[in-house]
């Protein structure tokens, strides 16, 4: 398989994998492939004012998570909730369909953010 320059940037370079201090975090398991993401986001008034990841997985994984970082540090996290599949793929330049393993960080995304409601 070949990987575009901005997926290889994502996956070798990652500036959010760590973890911060952080208000909200989720973990997201796929065990049938052995990827594992937890984000970790910082809201401040329903903005995310810092997000960062520690992910176990393939290189898509990393990449997705970085990816996801990027679309969504800075926003409000209404506009992070929409964030879906076709946003990560064209944020890496990854268009191959059969990998649904990138989804992992959205999904570790909207579960840390769904625990606002019991808030």
Do not use: W
Not at 5 to 17: C, G, I, N, S, V
């Amino acid at each position: 398989m070949t990987y575009s320059e901005k997926f290889k940037q994502l996956f070798m370079y990652p500036a959010h994998a760590n973890q911060i201090d952080y208000t909200h975090t989720a973990e997201v398991v796929y065990p049938e492939h052995g990827d594992r993401v937890r984000i970790f986001v910082k809201l401040e008034n329903f903005l995310i004012k810092d997000i960062s990841f520690k992910a176990i997985g393939c290189p898509r994984v990393i990449a997705a998570s970085e990816a996801l970082c990027r679309l969504v540090n800075g926003k409000n996290i209404n506009i992070a909730l929409e964030i879906n599949e076709e946003h990560i793929r064209q944020e890496m330049d990854f268009h191959d369909k059969e990998f649904k393993c990138i989804m992992a960080p959205v999904e570790a995304l909207k579960k840390a953010l769904s625990k606002l409601e019991n808030e």
